[in-house]
């Protein structure tokens, strides 16, 4: 049985019967005016974070989520695009889309505003996305692309920038680790289906997002996960497994590179009013700016004692340098 097919079963599996603990979310549920989540979707929920952030959701975008679960992130994202088949959502398990069909007929009940054919679930692989060329404004996945291998992985990442639209936002939520895991936690096939053994390095993550395209990328969150130990699984050492919240914009790759931001900042102390790096950067003084990884190196090479560029802190919330 292939990786791919012992995920299949995991997830028909917690289709049929919820698994409280598939998953372990660290984000509180979306309180919204007017929204209300039923039991059965939060006790559904396999995510490791969350994709729904409200400004990216503006002006009833056309939204597609990738692995439906039990359709807590499609009634969010419905929330904000009230409009028949605004979000579009792809799952390869009969089961899951099944049990999401149904969820949604129990949140029409308690939220006067949904309707279901808000919603359209379709069958299909994320690796062959049944959605047309640049037709989507926000593509999002949770915890599903860890599980994938390299070669998987870069076909799904492609197929996500194939459907979006120029500008257009891949929203993503995964575990990583910046620890080597032994060959046998990484080729446990349920292990890599459970979020668990497939988590890639940010470093890793980023490039397979820049390599598809994307120019901008944005890290706006870093949360602890799970602990792989010695007594539960296959290790030697304590091994400790992060999720992160990332952002992937479809914007034209710069000429020196992508933008990358790590939450790193820029503070300009200086004897003047502002600061212009002559690359396009107003540094106001004892203003901070949020910058990209690539321009806080330049404003270091500028080799100034009135310039303080803060660590990383993984976790980007907008206006930044680009």
């Known amino acids: 049985m292939s990786y791919l097919e012992t995920t299949h079963d995991v997830y028909k599996e917690a289709a049929l019967t919820p698994d409280v603990g598939l998953c372990c979310t660290t984000n509180p549920i979306w309180e919204l005016p007017g929204l209300s989540i039923p039991k059965i979707m939060q006790e559904m929920n396999y995510g490791c974070g969350s994709t729904v952030h409200a400004r990216d959701l503006v002006n009833n975008p056309k ?16 929330y904000f695009s009230r409009q028949k088949d605004g979000v579009i959502g792809v799952d390869v398990v009969d089961e899951m889309l099944e049990a999401s069909r149904k969820n949604f007929i129990e949140a029409e009940q308690t939220n006067p505003w949904f309707k279901s054919e808000y919603v359209a679930l379709k069958k299909g692989d994320a690796m062959n996305l049944p959605v047309q060329d640049n037709s989507i404004d926000v593509a999002a996945q949770n915890c599903l692309f860890n599980i994938f291998k390299e070669e998987d992985l870069k076909k799904a990442i492609s197929e996500m920038y194939r459907v979006l639209k120029p500008h257009g936002r891949l929203v993503m939520s995964d575990p990583t ?11 446990d096939e349920r292990l890599r289906a459970l979020c668990l053994s497939g988590s890639l390095t940010i470093k890793d993550y980023v490039k397979a997002l820049t390599d598809a395209g994307f120019g901008t990328i944005e890290i706006r969150a870093r949360k602890p996960y799970r ?13 400790y497994i992060e999720s992160i919240e990332v952002a992937a914009i479809k914007d034209p790759m710069p000429a020196d590179g992508p933008c990358v931001f790590t939450g790193k900042a820029a503070i300009y102390f200086g004897g003047e009013d502002y600061l212009d790096d002559k690359k396009g950067h107003i540094l106001l003084k004892n203003q901070p700016i949020a910058v990209c990884d690539k321009t806080a190196d ?5 080799e100034r004692d009135d310039i303080y560029i803060s660590e990383s802190t993984f976790h980007y919330d907008g206006g930044g340098c680009c």
């Open 63 to 78: 939204i597609l989520y990738v692995g439906v679960g039990g359709g807590m992130e499609l009634l969010q994202f419905s």
């Open 177 to 187: 680790c910046e620890q080597p895991m032994n060959d046998t936690l990484r080729n």
């Open 227 to 239: 602990i792989l130990d010695p007594i539960n699984y296959p290790t030697d050492e304590l091994i």
């Open 298 to 302: 330049d404003l270091t090479n500028l």
